[in-house]
Structure formats: C-alpha cells, structure tokens
C-alpha cells in the first residue's frame, strides 16, 4: 500500500471550511484513497473514500487531483464536534489491512 | 442498532495473566479486524478473519491469539508471552475484505497491565 504524507496538525475557526491536505505520490491504480478520524480515546470513524473522482457524503467532500498524488478532506461548516486526528488511508488491492500513520489533528477553535 | 461492540471498556490485568477481549457484531460482515495503539501512534494491525474459522496474521501478531467460531464474533486473547500489551485494542469489522469496503469500528478496549 501507498504510504501518505498529512501535516501534524491544523487550526479551524469554527463554522468555516477545513481543508486537510495528503500526499500519497506513489498511489497505484487500483487503490482508493480512504479517510478516517478518531476522536479522543473513541474507535476511528470512517468518513469518506474515492478511487479517482471527487466524492461528497453527509459528512465532507474528497477532492482527488487528476494525477491522484494527493488529495484533500473538506469539512465545509467545522463545529467544534469535529476536533479529532484526520488519517488519511490508501488501500488496494487485496490488502485487508488500514495502515495508518500518525494523522493531522484538527482543532476547531471559537 | 446495528453496530460493534466492545467489552469491557477498561481492563486491569497483572502481568502473566492471559486475558479475552470481546468483539461482536451485528452487521452481518464477513471480515473482521483487531488493531492495537499506543499512545500517540495509528492503529497497527493484530490479526483479522475474512471468513469464519479462518484468520490470518497482521503486522504485530506475537503474543496474540483468536478464533472466529461464529460470524459475529472475534475475540482476542492477549497472551502472557506479549512483552507489552497495555495499549488501546480496536476490533473492526467491514463487508469483505479487499478494495473498496470501509471498515467500522467498536469504541474500544483500554488494557492495562499492572
């Protein structure tokens, strides 16, 4: 599986757009990009994945860039509900397994 | 509701004794996952089933055991042989295996071993 490159952390004031970036440069073909986040001492929450085309669900939009070497989650309205550690996950293949790395951690200030 | 749980969600143990985490569904999910974390890390992968009485290894698979005798469940023995297990174990379950089928996960089990 890809690995992914997403910052250490990131602020949002609350009630605008958060943006978090990944890099997964040596995707494959066949893997889809997947995102997850994981509030304070809970089981991660899965939110949303894509395989090439952009993807928008209940929770956030998934913008892939036409090369697939990187992507971004958007959160369009960040409440303060949203502060958690945001993986970014490529997967494929016959692989079963999540690899996850250390995340972005997104505050969601007043 | 459909969902993963997980029991209990704190655990004291001393040191030498095995002990079972549980993990059931009620998805109907054919693949299901144990992960570990330490604090501050992602999730590293125990062990995981695609299919009952089957299972295979993942990355950190020593000092571990499991079994999948029913669909639903997929419990994890932590062994005394594990040289450091308290850490916060995650149990996942997903559709199938493979690509394109997000995993969901229970809330947790914090193990300490005292």
């Known amino acids: 599986d890809a690995k992914t490159t997403q910052p250490p952390s990131m602020d949002c004031a609350e009630g605008r757009a958060a943006n978090l970036p990944c890099n997964h440069s040596?995707?494959?073909?066949?893997?889809?990009v997947y995102w997850y986040r994981q509030i304070h001492s809970q089981g991660p929450q899965y939110i949303i994945h894509g395989l090439k085309n952009n993807e928008t669900n209940e929770m956030a939009s998934l913008i892939i860039t036409e090369d697939r070497k990187s992507s971004t989650l958007i959160l369009p309205h960040a409440t303060l509900r949203d502060t958690a550690v945001y993986y970014c996950?490529?997967?494929?293949?016959?692989?079963?397994?999540?690899?996850f790395g250390t995340g972005t951690r997104l505050q969601v200030t007043l | 509701d459909g969902g993963i749980t997980q029991s209990p969600k704190y655990l004291f143990r001393k040191e030498g004794q095995n002990v079972t985490l549980s993990c059931e569904q009620n998805l109907n999910h054919d693949a299901m996952y144990w992960y570990r974390q330490d604090p501050g890390q992602g999730l590293r992968l125990i062990y995981y089933?695609?299919?009952?009485?089957?299972?295979q290894k993942g990355d950190i698979a020593e000092g571990y055991s499991v079994s999948r005798e029913k669909k639903e469940s997929f419990p994890l023995t932590v062994t005394s042989a594990q040289k450091n297990p308290t850490a916060f174990y995650l149990c996942a379950s997903s559709k199938l295996a493979g690509v394109g089928n997000e995993q969901f996960f229970g809330p947790g089990t914090r193990l300490t071993v005292l």
């Open positions: 089933s695609q299919i009952v009485n089957d299972f």
């Open positions: 996950i490529v997967k494929g293949g016959t692989a079963s397994k999540l690899t």
């Open positions: 040596t995707i494959s073909g066949n893997e889809y």
